[in-house]
C-alpha cells in the first residue's frame, strides 16, 4: 500500500540504537548490526532524504567511530561496514554541499563548509583508529573516506602571516 509513509528519523533512530548495541546480545545476533550500518549508509545514498538527514551527519560519525572500536579483533565484517557508512555519509554531505554551492574559478578542489567541524573532528578519530586496524579490508575503507574527506579539509581563507620569531 502506497499510502502510508514511513517516519524517517525515527527509523534513524532505531537503526542508529540496533547498530549500537552489545555484541554479544541476543539483539545482535545473525549479523543485525552489520545490516543496520549498511541501512544507514544506504539511507544516506538517497538524494532526496540527504537534506533531512544532514543534522545526524555528527551521531552516525559517532556511531561509527564506536563500532569499528567495539567489534574486537576478530573477524573484520563489523569494521568494515563502519567505515563504509562513514564514507556514505561523507559522500552525501559533500554531493549535499555541491548542490547548494557549485565549485567555480579556483575553488574547484576546496568544498568548505560541506560537513560541520564536529562531525570532522570525530571522522578524523575514526581514520586514525581504522588505518591501524590488522586487516587490510578495513584499511582500503578507510583509504576511501580519507579521499572522499580530502576536499572538505581544504582551507580556502588567508592564514595571518607571522615572522619566525614568534611575535
Known sequence: ????????????????????????SGKAAGGIRITALQ?????????KLVTKLAPWT???????HRSLRSSGNGEPTFRIAAVQTACCVATACRE??????????????AIVGAMEDRAIVETTRLLRYAV???????????ANLCA????????????????????
Do not use: H
Not at 1 to 21: C, E, H, K, Q, Y
Open 132 to 142: 591501524t586496524d590488522k586487516f587490510s579490508e578495513v584499511r582500503n575503507a578507510a
Open 1 to 24: 500500500s502506497g499510502a502510508s509513509r514511513i517516519d524517517v528519523l525515527a527509523f534513524v533512530r532505531n537503526m542508529v540504537a540496533v547498530a549500537g548495541t552489545n555484541p554479544k
Open 96 to 109: 549535499a554541499s555541491l548542490k547548494s554551492k557549485p565549485l567555480e574559478g579556483s575553488r574547484s578542489l
Open 39 to 47: 541501512v544507514i549508509g544506504g539511507l544516506f545514498t538517497n538524494d
Open 58 to 64: 555528527l551521531d552516525i560519525m559517532q556511531l561509527c
Open 148 to 167: 572522499i574527506m580530502a576536499p572538505m579539509l581544504l582551507y580556502s581563507g588567508t592564514l595571518a602571516k607571522t615572522s619566525g620569531d614568534g611575535s
